[in-house]
């Protein structure tokens, strides 16, 4: 079956260290991948997706993800954290034969920014 | 802001009221989609619309019912709610087909309150 896992709940990360958001999936063939947030009473906004070539991608708001295929993971990444990512984040796949509509969400990783 | 809005934002209604949802994307889309946050869950797809046609519905009970009267609005009429269907409903719209891989852009949602 498909799925996505974000395997932590809750990230915890201070002000100015790097951050990771990790997200692994289970698709057939190959897969796109993305990345949303969501702040506080707001829906959720597209970051980046991974569709084909560089397995590093850049997104919106200094983010990056890195696709690995042996790993089937595709972490979110940012250098230098601010307490304004403080959010849930929230990873989805399809598998390239797949609709739009049939993305398999992630249950969401709360990030907190701490000054 | 996105280009998708939902009004009302927050609605709370008894289990024998009949209430609407109503979404409008300003962006050109060909596809719409209602989704049901709920804490710590996946985003569960409720329903999908492509050029105006349902494309899917997950097994959702009947007492949720779409209406998609041109590709720029979409509605969720609700009666008869039980608690447990107090949530965030999320509306969605994307471009679906080729060529690209489209991504979805969110309303803010309404928080539904069933008492």
Request: aromatic content about 12%; proline content about 7%.
């Amino acid at each position: 079956a498909q799925s996505v896992a974000q395997p932590e709940d809750q990230v915890n990360v201070a002000e100015g260290n790097p951050l990771t958001v990790k997200c692994t999936y289970s698709v057939s063939g190959n897969p796109y991948l993305f990345w949303y947030v969501q702040y506080p009473n707001r829906g959720l906004q597209f970051l980046l997706k991974y569709i084909t070539g560089d397995n590093l991608v850049k997104g919106s708001y200094g983010f990056e993800a890195e696709f690995n295929k042996s790993q089937t993971s595709f972490h979110l990444k940012k250098p230098s954290a601010l307490v304004s990512d403080s959010a849930l984040y929230f990873c989805a796949v399809r598998g390239r034969m797949d609709s739009n509509y049939q993305l398999i969400w992630g249950a969401g990783t709360k990030l907190i920014i701490k000054p | 802001e996105t280009g998708v809005t939902q009004t009302p934002r927050h609605l709370v209604m008894g289990m024998t009221n009949k209430k609407s949802l109503k979404c409008e994307q300003h962006l050109g889309h060909n596809a719409m989609y209602w989704y049901k946050q709920s804490a710590k869950k996946p985003l569960e797809l409720m329903f999908v619309y492509s050029l105006e046609e349902r494309v899917e519905n997950n097994s959702v009970p009947s007492r949720f019912s779409p209406e998609c009267p041109n590709s720029s609005h979409l509605f969720l009429h609700l009666h008869t709610l039980q608690p447990e269907d107090s949530a965030l409903y999320l509306c969605a719209s994307s471009q679906e087909g080729p060529p690209g891989v489209w991504e979805q852009y969110f309303g803010p949602g309404t928080r539904l309150t069933v008492t």
